[in-house]
Structure formats: structure tokens, C-alpha cells
């Protein structure tokens, strides 16, 4: 029998519920689990023909589970018979759906996609319902309904070209810089020389046409004595600035020849910030001492999702009927935003699941409390990723010596520019951390909009009773990592090897290094302004006159 879906002339008598929204069904509490979450099971724009069958995807975007069966899957009211549809996982072979059932049930690992192939008519250009029920091991029935439109493969001639197979490969990387050629007039002859092989950068960028080649210099040497870096570093710094690797030289000259930098990593958290939406506050209280009192079984959920994550505590606050919760975990020597995003989403899901005295109406799993790529007081108080401490004193004769300028001055000018940064609300009162984090950043493949937040900070001055100069900075959110991310990119990869950073066990190094790096710009910057040397350096070394320009 040939089935028309598009007709709409069938339709079974025992469908599923049919609703807008996704339901979680069977013996679990209806609002266990927020529509708005089992809605992102479904992969939107997946429904299409492909060889003759109809193809769409779902992935498990909910927590690690085992899937029992799926009973029935419907389009436009057409209940698929089980021997039309195959399922594939990942990548890996299709299977017959009648194979997936209890006796021969199949993991699901939190992000598995599922492929699902049915022996069908092709469907009609336009709009379509999807029902599916899946029996999972975790959650029971889980109904899902959602209308998707039909994905014709038509690319519009506008669209930056893409290969779903390999969009890394020397033929669409041509075809994309001859796509922005046509677009812009652009020559692309820098941006298309690049001196790796494209598919490393697999998980690091889509649409890859080039590379942005960002002049690097080292400044040095920076002597560290910290708990994990000590010695003399070289440190590459990837920036457009002109005077800003001579200025962090001059730094590291004055910390060399004053004895060295001191660093400490002193706090270590990374957070992902949940909120709860409840009936009333009275509610949202009862709910934040429910979380205390699971702690443990929260901690064995979030735990679960990588053997690298840690959760350290849990933090909750409470405004009117909401209760914002903020997981702080340990990451290892990866930056960690992703992990603990994971990690909370299960802790999340366990929560709603066996919460059941307190209902929870809503629930989103970034509040904007751990607030991420943005500067705050509150991490400025509780840490948020590396909190980092570098201390020197510095002697008066180098300073005079190296840079023309007296320990009294800068100390006199620090207490006035406080005054300044009282005034106008800035999240730093020293000169320019963000100088330096920003450039390493750029070098060593760290997520540059991270400096939003470790660039905040706090300098302290004291005049010792030989006027040398006690100076100190401490760094309260510093996102750093030295495996995974952009770190394993092949010229971010040597810059890291070249401070003995690269790889596992390395992190805190690099944060100390990053920390005495930052000292070093705030001596040379604060002595330029004394000794009213800043502009004629600028004027000198780092002017870029476009009418000398080819």
C-alpha cells in the first residue's frame, strides 16, 4: 500500500496528544521537565528527501540515558509502520527500529544524534507534524510532537558555500574564497596562505576560507618565581600595537633586575549559573534548602558527564520568586565553559526530576549570573576561573636606571588615579591589563571575548621604608587553558610550548606567567606616565602613518 502523506487523508484513531509544546508523559509529574528544554530534542530544518526516503534527526540534549523503544512515529497523522524505519547513530550503520527494545536496549550519551531513515513517499514542499515517543530508561515516555518544513537542498546563490561532508577540504575552502572574491572585490592573498592543514581546525571555526595573521613578538625575560612557574619565560605576545612588546620588555627588565615576579593561583572555580522559576518566594526559599540538602546526588549527576569536572559547591540566591543557583567546578587545565555547561545541565535535569514537593515552572540553564565573557563585581568577590595574584618590589635605583622615573611618583600617581577609577565605575584601576591578556590570548589560542572578564582586577601600591616600590595585582577572573580549545591550533599550540605551557598540568603555570606578564606592563606604563615619556614612546615606536603606506 502506497501512503500520500502530503493528503493528509490519514490519520490513527490512538495518535499521540497532540499539543504545540512537548510533554513528558506516563507516571512522571507534568512539570518535572520545562516543555522549552524536551523541545530542543528535535534538530529543526533536519526534515528533507534524500534517496528516495524521508530523513530527519534528534538528539539527546537532556542528560546520558538508555533508550528502551520507540513505539510509534507519526507524520502528518500517518503512523509509520516500524519495518519502513531504520535508525543510525551518529554516523555508524543504520539499524532496523524494531531492534531497539528492552531485551536489546541502546545507550544514548548526552549529545548522541539519531538519524531516523523511513522507507516512505516522499514528502510535499511545505510544512509537516512529527509525533515520536521515546521510552527511556531515565525518564519514561517521552512524547514529542513539532512541526518542521521540508528542507529542499536549494542553496541560495547569497549563502556562503558549505560541503556536509567536508567543509574542510581544499576544494570548498577554494570554493568559499572565490564565493568572497565575487562578493567583495577582495584579493584574499594573505588571508588565503596559511601553512596548516585546515581540518585541524575542526571544532575551532566553521566556514574556514584563511587565516587572520596577527603580528607576534616575544618580550623577555620575565623571571617567575611562582608555585608552578619559575625561572625565566619568553612570553609571545600577538597584537597591532606598536610600543607594546618594547613596553612589556622594559617591565620584565625592571622585575629582572629588582629579583623577579612572586605569582600565586589562589582561587580556582568555573561557574554556570541555572535559574528556577517557582510560585511564589516563600517557594523559591523552600527550593534553594531542597538543593542544599541534595548536594551530594546533584554532585554525583553533574559528575557523571566528564571524568575531568568537578563541582566544588553550589551558591543560590534569591529574588522574588526566583532562585538562581551557581555550580562552581574545578575544569583541570581546560577553561571549562563547555564542560560545566554540561555538567549543570545534568545536575539540572536530576533536579527537576526528583523535586517533586516544590514544582518548578520554568526553568533556563544560563540566568546571565555567571557572567560569562562579562565583567562583574560578583567575581571580582568569589573567583571565576583562575584567580591570580603577582607581587615585586621594585627598587628605586633600576627604576630610575631602566626607566627614568622614581618609585615615589608612580606610587603618588597610582593614589590619584584610584580617584579617577572611583569615578568613573572601572573594573581595573591599574593602567592596562588588558594589554597583555589580550595579546597572550591571541597568541596562545585562548577565547579572546574572555578577556571581557579577566581583564578586571585590582592593583595595590606601597612604598617600602627604603622607597622601593611594593607592587601587587590581583587577577579575580582569568580564563585560561593549555588543552583543548584554540590551544591546539598549530601556532597557538608553539607559542604555549615556548613558555613550557602546552598540554595537561600546565594551566596554572601559564596563569602566573599571564599574571607577572600583566605586572611587568603596569611598571613600564605607570613609569612612561611619570617620566611624561608615554607619547614621545607612542610617537617613536608605535605610529602607523597611512599616507607611508604602500
Given amino acids: 500500500m502506497h501512503h500520500t502523506l502530503a493528503s493528509g487523508h490519514f490519520r490513527v484513531v490512538d495518535r499521540v496528544i497532540k499539543s504545540t509544546h512537548m510533554s513528558w508523559i506516563g507516571d512522571k509529574a507534568m512539570q518535572a521537565i520545562p516543555n522549552s528544554l524536551v ?57 532496523p527500529l524494531k531492534q531497539i527494545n528492552p531485551e536489546n536496549p541502546l545507550d544514548l550519551p548526552l549529545g548522541t544524534l539519531m538519524n531516523f531513515c523511513l522507507n516512505i513517499n516522499p514528502l510535499q514542499e511545505g510544512r509537516h507534524d512529527l509525533g515520536m515517543v521515546f521510552n527511556v530508561s531515565q525518564f519514561g515516555p517521552l512524547n514529542l510532537e513539532v512541526n518542521d518544513a521540508l528542507k529542499t537542498g536549494h542553496a541560495d546563490p547569497d549563502n556562503v558555500p558549505r560541503n556536509c561532508e567536508d567543509d574542510y577540504c581544499d576544494d570548498i575552502i577554494r570554493a568559499r574564497q572565490e564565493f568572497i572574491r565575487g562578493k567583495t572585490g577582495a584579493g584574499l592573498e594573505h588571508i588565503a596562505a596559511y601553512s596548516f592543514d585546515p581540518h585541524v581546525t575542526r571544532g575551532n571555526i566553521e566556514h574556514f576560507t584563511g587565516v587572520a595573521q596577527v603580528p607576534l613578538g616575544f618580550a623577555g625575560p620575565l623571571l617567575v618565581h611562582g608555585e608552578h612557574a619559575q625561572g625565566e619565560f619568553y612570553v609571545p605576545l600577538a597584537c597591532s600595537e606598536g610600543t607594546l612588546v618594547a613596553s612589556y ?129 560578583i567575581n571580582m568577590l568569589k573567583t571565576r576561573g583562575k584567580r591570580v595574584v603577582a607581587e615585586a618590589v621594585i627598587k628605586r635605583d633600576v627604576l630610575l636606571d631602566v626607566m627614568d622615573a622614581d618609585t615615589e611618583s608612580i606610587y603618588y600617581h597610582g593614589k590619584v588615579a584610584n580617584v579617577g577609577t572611583q569615578m568613573s565605575g572601572a573594573i581595573y584601576n591599574g593602567c592596562h591589563a588588558a594589554n597583555a591578556i589580550t595579546a597572550m590570548f591571541l597568541a596562545s589560542g585562548q577565547d579572546v571575548a574572555n578577556v571581557a572578564e579577566s581583564s578586571m582586577g585590582m592593583l595595590y601600591a606601597e612604598l617600602t621604608p627604603e622607597n622601593d616600590l611594593y607592587l601587587s595585582v590581583t587577577l579575580p577572573s582569568v580564563i585560561v587553558a593549555t588543552c583543548g580549545g584554540g590551544t591546539g591550533l598549530p601556532t597557538q599550540k608553539e607559542a604555549l610550548q615556548a613558555m613550557g605551557c602546552y598540554g595537561v598540568g600546565k594551566v596554572n603555570k601559564f596563569a602566573e606567567i599571564l599574571a607577572g606578564t600583566v605586572l611587568a606592563g603596569e611598571i613600564s606604563l605607570a613609569a612612561a606616565i611619570s617620566s611624561l615619556d608615554w607619547v614621545s614612546s607612542h610617537d617613536q615606536y608605535g605610529r602607523n602613518d597611512p599616507r607611508l603606506s604602500g
Avoid at 47 to 60: A, C, W, Y
Avoid at 67 to 77: A, M
Avoid at 256 to 267: F, M, R
Wanted: aromatic content about 10%; overall charge positive.
Fill in 249 to 377: 620588555n622594559r617591565g620584565m627588565k625592571v622585575l629582572h633586575q629588582s629579583g623577579g615576579v612572586k605569582c600565586a593561583v589562589v582561587g580556582d572555580n568555573m561557574q554556570r549559573a541555572p535559574v528556577f522559576i517557582l510560585d511564589d518566594a516563600a517557594s523559591a526559599r523552600r527550593f534553594g534548602d531542597w538543593v542544599r540538602e541534595n548536594t551530594e546526588a546533584i554532585r554525583q549527576a553533574a559528575e557523571a558527564t566528564d571524568p575531568f569536572v568537578k563541582l566544588d559547591y553550589i551558591d543560590h540566591y534569591l529574588a522574588h520568586k526566583f532562585t538562581y543557583l551557581r555550580f562552581n567546578f574545578k575544569t583541570g587545565d581546560a577553561a571549562g565553559m563547555n564542560m560545566v555547561g554540561k555538567a549543570t545541565f545534568a545536575a539540572c535535569n536530576w533536579i527537576l526530576e526528583n523535586c517533586r514537593e516544590i514544582p518548578v515552572r520554568r526553568f533556563f540553564l544560563e540566568s546571565n549570573f555567571a557572567t560569562d565573557k562579562k565583567a562583574s563585581m
Fill in 39 to 95: 523541545g530542543k530534542l528535535y534538530n529543526r530544518t533536519s526534515l528533507r528527501n534524500e534517496d528516495g526516503r524521508v530523513r530527519f534527526s534528534v538528539k539527546n540534549r537532556l542528560s546520558p540515558t538508555v533508550l528502551l523503544d520507540i513505539p510509534r512515529v507519526v507524520i502528518d497523522g500517518y503512523l509509520v509502520p516500524h519495518d519502513k524505519i531504520a535508525v543510525s547513530i551518529e554516523a555508524r550503520e543504520a539499524i
